[in-house]
């Protein structure tokens, strides 16, 4: 799975971890010193700058079904730091290459019992991640979430997308259809 340079790397970091007590520290090639204790998140030694963000839904989406992949329309940015958010595309563009744990969340409404609800990851345009999510009744709302890490370049970007067997509704909704990004 790792190959022995990075079965080292981690070994390093692990045995930092240990000495200094920190246990939510990536495993990778960041080193400690770029890691601010205080808040216990990634911060760029070059810039000190945090790299997250997070943006939701404030309008609904229309999933015309038939498993028609559509991008979720994120309207409102709650958020953003040390990385670009695309107000017009509804995406995430990477400033500082690494690796991205990135969170999404759909809420599905006017549902059909019984059929699958899908969301996914885009990056660069291309599918990397869905989960699917089968309804547990008629006209319920069914909330999928996703998680992956990524590695991502520069101008390289993150976008959420949704598809159904039935057409449905994407609800806007800040707490439950968003798309979140942090470098670690």
């Given at each position: 799975?790792?190959?022995?340079?990075?079965?080292s790397?981690?070994?390093?970091?692990?045995?930092?971890?240990?000495?200094t007590?920190?246990t939510?520290k990536?495993?990778?090639?960041?080193?400690?010193?770029?890691y601010?204790?205080?808040?216990?998140?990634?911060?760029?030694?070059?810039s000190?700058?945090?790299?997250?963000?997070?943006?939701?839904a404030?309008?609904?989406?229309?999933?015309?079904?038939g498993?028609?992949?559509?991008k979720v329309?994120?309207?409102?940015?709650d958020?953003?730091s040390g990385i670009?958010?695309?107000?017009?595309?509804?995406?995430f563009?990477?400033?500082?290459?690494?690796?991205?744990l990135?969170?999404?969340?759909?809420?599905?409404?006017n549902?059909t019992?019984?059929?699958?609800?899908?969301?996914?990851?885009?990056?660069n345009?291309s599918?990397?991640?869905?989960?699917?999510?089968?309804a547990?009744?008629?006209?319920?709302?069914t909330?999928?979430?996703?998680?992956?890490?990524m590695?991502l370049?520069?101008?390289?970007?993150?976008?959420?997308?949704?598809?159904?067997?039935?057409?449905?509704?994407?609800?806007?909704s800040?707490?439950?259809?968003?798309?979140?990004?942090?470098?670690?």
């Open positions: 799975m790792f190959n022995p340079q990075q079965q790397d981690i070994e390093q970091i692990v045995r930092q971890m240990l000495a007590g920190i939510d990536k495993v990778g090639d960041t080193p400690l010193e770029d601010d204790l205080t808040n216990k998140k990634y911060v760029d030694a070059n000190g700058v945090s790299i997250y963000g997070r943006s939701h404030s309008g609904s989406t229309s999933v015309s079904g498993y028609s992949a559509i329309t994120l309207a409102a940015n958020f953003v670009t958010w695309d107000a017009v595309n509804y995406r563009t990477c400033l500082k290459a690494g690796t991205y990135v969170c999404g969340s759909i809420s599905f409404y549902t019992d019984g059929d699958p609800y899908v969301i996914m990851f885009y990056k345009g599918e990397v991640t869905e989960c699917r999510q089968t547990g009744g008629t006209s319920v709302l909330m999928p979430n996703i998680t992956d890490v590695e370049n520069v101008g390289d970007y993150v976008e959420l997308w949704a598809m159904s067997l039935p057409s449905s509704t994407v609800l806007s800040a707490i439950s259809t968003f798309l979140s990004i942090a470098k670690i």
